[in-house]
């Protein structure tokens, strides 16, 4: 039921900022999915992963400040979650019908 949820909350996300995009911008639906679906997924990465360059650089500054304190180098590890599939699926569903409704221009 929370898988169902956070794919309803994140598709509903993803299509209110989607729509206000195109609403403030005076342009079709279309024009910022893909655009708007590949900044979400991005985003949804960039904060459920672990032990990547910002965590690094928080590590490096903590132990400038301390000099007593060591921390140990955490591996990179990225969990994708349901929130980062229907992201990636409303992307690539979103760069499939923009070449299908731009094809007159790509052929």
Not at 19 to 29: P, S
Not at 51 to 59: A, E, F, V, Y
């Amino acid at each position: 039921m929370k898988r169902i949820i956070s794919i309803f909350v994140t598709l509903l996300i993803l299509l209110g900022i989607n729509y206000a995009v195109a609403y403030y911008t005076n342009t079709k639906f279309i024009d910022y999915s893909f655009g708007v679906g590949l900044v979400f997924s991005i985003i949804i990465w960039f904060f459920t992963s672990k032990g990547g360059l910002t965590s690094r650089i928080t590590d490096g500054i903590v132990q400038m400040e301390s000099t007593n304190f060591k921390l140990k180098a955490d591996t990179y590890k990225f969990s994708p979650n349901a929130a980062f599939f229907t992201s990636l699926a409303y992307t690539l569903v979103a760069i499939i019908i923009t070449f299908y409704y731009y094809r007159q221009y790509f052929f």
